[in-house]
């Protein structure tokens, strides 16, 4: 699996600022048309006391968003909200053979 570096909070809190209140149109038109898209999917969380499935409508990658947020993925939910992953550069492996 890949490794991402950990951009700076700092950074990644002004781009929430930027995205607040936005829809996934307005995303777009701010940061240009996504890299990749994925369809629908689910993800389960296990907590101490319950489990809970989220459902994706689809999810969004974006490039290049900042000099130190390389790659940033949109899961658009299904209630309409959003979940937000940053990524800084990606990290090589230490298994990789140069």
Request: glycine share 6%; hydrophobic share 30%.
């Amino acid at each position: 699996m890949k490794q991402f570096e950990r951009p700076p909070v700092e950074d990644c809190k002004e781009l929430v600022q930027r995205l607040h209140g936005k829809s996934v149109d307005e995303i777009v038109e701010l940061l240009g048309p996504p890299t990749r898209e994925w369809p629908a999917s689910s993800n389960t969380r296990y907590y101490e006391d319950r489990t809970e499935t989220v459902l994706f409508r689809r999810t969004l990658e974006f490039r290049g968003v900042t000099t130190t947020i390389h790659s940033l993925l949109v899961f658009e939910r299904t209630d309409g909200k959003f979940e937000l992953n940053f990524r800084g550069e990606e990290l090589e492996s230490p298994d990789h053979v140069a």
